[in-house]
């Protein structure tokens, strides 16, 4: 099980410094989509460059021009870029090709989806990862509800991530639906001590790991 630190509404500096105390202690970095909008793909490619051995998530979010968002995110240094599942199947097949031309990866982002079926679709496509979003805006209204997992219930091909608002408090429940990918944002980002709420989670994801 991995964690995904999402760096979001953060300045340059800012991303760097969470990034100075917590990056030993977790897997993927995401460079989230409105620091890409502020910088660019410089930052992907700075944050890459700076750790090179850490897998880099480039928030694209891309919806349409698949070919030309996913090289732009690979050739800034990008592992993983993200596609939303609400695109056109071409866009998502675009993405796709240009992630294994490249040997790189793509996270479906399935935000605002509530049909089963379009992951029967998006799979067919050639997905392998994809990660049921709770939107910020969404936290609005209320936390997320684990009957998000019920959209990719029995897809054993698929390597599922979550995000959503989810804390140290959220994490256990969210644990028992096992997902492989634990995206956090916030709940670090805000916290006073970033590398102590991170260690927290990993403690408590090798805890549920261990027992499981
Ligand atoms: O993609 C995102 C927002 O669009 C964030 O990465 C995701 O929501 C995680 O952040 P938080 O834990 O603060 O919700």
């Known amino acids: ?19 100075e105390q917590t990056e030993a202690h977790i897997d993927w970095i995401e460079v989230g989509t409105g620091v890409i909008k502020e910088y660019g ?7 890459k460059e700076t750790f090179p051995h850490r897998t880099v998530v480039a928030d694209m979010k891309t919806c349409d021009a698949g070919k030309h968002e ?23 097949a675009d993405v ?19 049909n089963p079926d379009r992951i029967a679709v998006i799979e067919e496509l050639g997905a392998d990862l994809v990660s049921l979003h709770y939107g910020k ?25 979550v995000a959503g608002g989810i ?3 959220s994490l256990p429940e969210i644990l028992r639906k096992s997902p492989s990918v634990v995206i956090v944002g916030s709940a670090v980002t805000k916290a006073d001590d970033k590398k102590q709420v991170v260690l927290k989670m990993r403690g408590v994801m090798d805890d549920y790991e261990n027992n499981h």
């Open 1 to 19: 099980m991995k964690i995904q630190l999402a760096l979001d509404r953060l300045t340059r500096d800012e991303c760097f410094a969470i990034l």
């Open 41 to 47: 793909m410089a930052i992907v490619r700075e944050i």
């Open 70 to 92: 996913a090289l732009q995110a690979f050739e800034a240094g990008a592992d993983i870029t993200t596609v939303m599942a609400f695109s056109a199947d071409q866009t998502i």
């Open 96 to 114: 796709l090709k240009v992630a294994k031309d490249k040997e790189k990866r793509v996270m479906i982002d399935l935000l605002g989806v509530t």
């Open 137 to 161: 805006d969404m936290q609005k209204g209320g936390a997320m509800k684990l009957d998000l997992f019920s959209l990719t219930e029995g897809r054993k091909n698929l390597e599922v991530a």
């Open 167 to 169: 804390s140290p408090d």
